[in-house]
């Protein structure tokens, strides 16, 4: 944390001298089970604007309406023309550009599940690269935006799409390796943009980087492209480095320096990170867009872009994420980030809401341990089972490897040290009780959005309730089992029940309808197991079991953690 307020602090000194970046943006997924209702949208617009953006896209990979394709957005809360139009209208009048932002090789997981897909498919998510019919889908597209929206912009991402060579993909004479297909593909979309008048197309640079490099990874730094491969890459293009989890400004320049091998000032894109998340990890966020910042001012980028993304669900509290655009919008200004007296009072009037409090609220995905993901997870906290204690996120719990001795694992503790099973850092249960004492600061903040405090009081219930299960089944404290199923869990249910009331509520004053199904379905399935929970003490308690079994169980680590990711995850 240290590290990060100090590269802050440097950054702000640098860039308090210079020019601002002529296009600051923002990108709002609206794929992921939520889709923003364009009054509320044009809110956020409108916030956003005042706190300095000057662009934004809508990430629709399947969420808009395509004539002739009926299944194209279908019971996903699909936008139509005439609705893109209006919000395209709004921004115009408040001096804010609108970009197209679609999906034209990979991440098509949501259309590609109908029938109606499967000649244009290859695999599960990817497009069919050399296909008529998938270039007379892609062109559907463009249509569509260039009619809603039009300018020479557009994203075009293609990334993350490992397998559009494999399968059903033919390959021409003549090529010989992935980046030969790609280019082919690329070309072939690139024309199809320049048709429908899109002439500075934009793509993810790891769909580049990956054909490109030795390993077919994207971060790395000795990635540049050869005079041949930069010539064979559209000249209109703009490559996007997108990186969401480098802290090091070093390696940021690398990677800027990579991008601009194939093209010339490649945009800049930072994540706020609300994935994975009903609030934002404000310490990766601020980390992470302070180094890409410090690299993008060195190397001269123009545009830097913001992503909102909403992975499993999209289930992060959108009025939370304001907090983090505007501390980002302010590093990007070469201001501070710090709840100042004027950043208290600015945000207030943009958004109503207490930029003091929301900062406090950061709080609540501090990191005890520095590597990703780390275990401080409110989703995991709220959705562990009450009967299986930890279960739920003890892929966070390893012993460190030999190669990592001597590293700092105290919070891998966090659910087993003493508590249950072998204890393997006796300072596990202080990191439980630190981050308890946090979530209790929280529940009384001012100024936050419903959702948020109902999220927080509901989380401080349950952590304490976990602690105290756990620990008084081990001593068998008849006391302090009755306790808790006389009180303490009738209590966690009424927050967990106001919990579910309030974020329905914002959800529906926010957003379409379709995808919160997934989220209903979650909240409800975790009061029926803390009832269950109440239900199992009880009959012990009675007398009318011998034991209960799931809090016999001793918890084991879920999997290794290995360099490709956690076994099981």
């Not at 308090?16 to 943006?25: V, Y």
């Not at 010539?231 to 800027?256: F, K, S, T």
């Not at 930029?355 to 780390?374: F, Q």
């Not at 009780?433 to 219930?461: N, Q, Y």
Request: glycine letters at 8%.
């Amino acid at each position: 944390m240290k590290k990060t307020l100090l590269l802050m602090a440097m950054m702000g000194a640098v860039c308090a001298a210079r020019a601002e970046f002529k296009t600051l943006g923002v990108m709002i997924d609206v794929s992921r089970g939520r889709v923003l209702k364009v009054d509320y949208l044009k809110t956020r617009l409108e916030r956003m604007r005042k706190m300095g953006y000057n662009l934004f896209m809508l990430y629709t990979e399947d969420t808009f309406r395509l004539e002739g394709e009926p299944k194209w957005g279908y019971m996903r809360g699909g936008y139509t023309v005439e609705e893109m139009k209006d919000v395209k209208a709004f921004a115009d009048r408040i001096g804010m550009e609108m970009m197209p932002c679609i999906e034209t090789l990979g991440h098509l997981e949501q259309p590609f599940r109908w029938a109606e897909y499967a000649d244009v498919r290859n695999g599960p998510a990817t497009i069919l690269v050399g296909d008529e019919k998938a270039y007379a889908l892609i062109d559907k597209m463009l249509a569509f935006w260039q009619e809603a929206v039009g300018g020479a912009r557009i994203h075009l991402n293609m990334d993350e799409a490992g397998g559009f060579a494999g399968g059903k993909c033919k390959w021409l004479p003549g090529e010989k390796t992935r980046f030969d297909v790609f280019v082919r593909h690329l070309n072939r979309v690139n024309a199809l943009c320049a048709k429908r008048g899109f002439t500075e197309p934009w793509i993810a640079g790891d769909a580049a980087y990956r054909v490109a490099s030795k390993t077919g990874e994207y971060y790395e730094l000795d990635t540049l492209a050869t005079p041949e491969l930069r010539a064979r890459i559209p000249q209109n293009l703009r490559l996007v480095y997108w990186d969401y989890y480098h802290d090091d400004p070093a390696h940021c320049e690398g990677m800027i320096d990579g991008h601009a091998s194939f093209r010339a000032d490649p945009i800049v894109s930072c994540g706020i990170q609300n994935w994975f998340h009903f609030l934002v990890d404000r310490e990766k966020t601020l980390a992470t867009t302070a180094a890409m910042l410090a690299a993008a001012r060195k190397k001269g980028c123009s545009t830097v872009t913001f992503t909102l993304w909403g992975d499993d669900g999209a289930y992060g509290i959108p009025e939370v994420d304001e907090e983090c655009l505007f501390a980002c919008a302010e590093l990007a200004a070469g201001r501070t980030a710090e709840p100042t007296e004027e950043n208290c009072r600015r945000f207030r009037e943009i958004t109503g809401h207490d930029y003091r409090s929301l900062v406090k609220l950061g709080e609540v995905t501090r990191h005890y341990a520095d590597e990703w993901p780390d275990m401080i997870h409110e989703p995991a906290m709220l959705y562990d089972d009450p009967l299986y204690c930890g279960n739920f996120r003890n892929y966070l719990v390893r012993k460190p490897s030999e190669s990592q001795a001597g590293r700092d694992y105290a919070a891998r503790g966090y659910y087993v040290s003493r508590l249950r099973g072998e204890a393997w850092r006796d300072d596990g249960a202080r990191v439980m009780e630190d981050h308890l004492r946090i979530l209790r600061e929280c529940s009384d903040l001012k100024g936050i959005p419903a959702p948020a405090t109902a999220l927080v009081r509901t989380l401080a219930a349950k952590v304490a309730y976990e602690r105290d299960v756990l620990a008084a089944w081990k001593s068998k404290d008849r006391a302090v089992l009755a306790r808790l199923a006389e009180k303490d869990l009738p209590e966690l249910i009424r927050r967990m029940r106001t919990f579910d009331e309030v974020f329905r509520a914002d959800w529906y004053r926010t957003s379409q309808p379709f995808g919160y199904e997934r989220i209903q379905k979650r909240n409800a399935a975790q009061l029926a197991r803390l009832e269950e929970a109440k239900r199992r003490l009880g009959d012990w308690l009675a007398g009318q079991v011998k034991t209960i079994e799931e809090l016999d169980e001793t918890l084991r680590p879920f999997g290794l953690f290995q360099e490709n990711g956690v076994i099981g995850w």
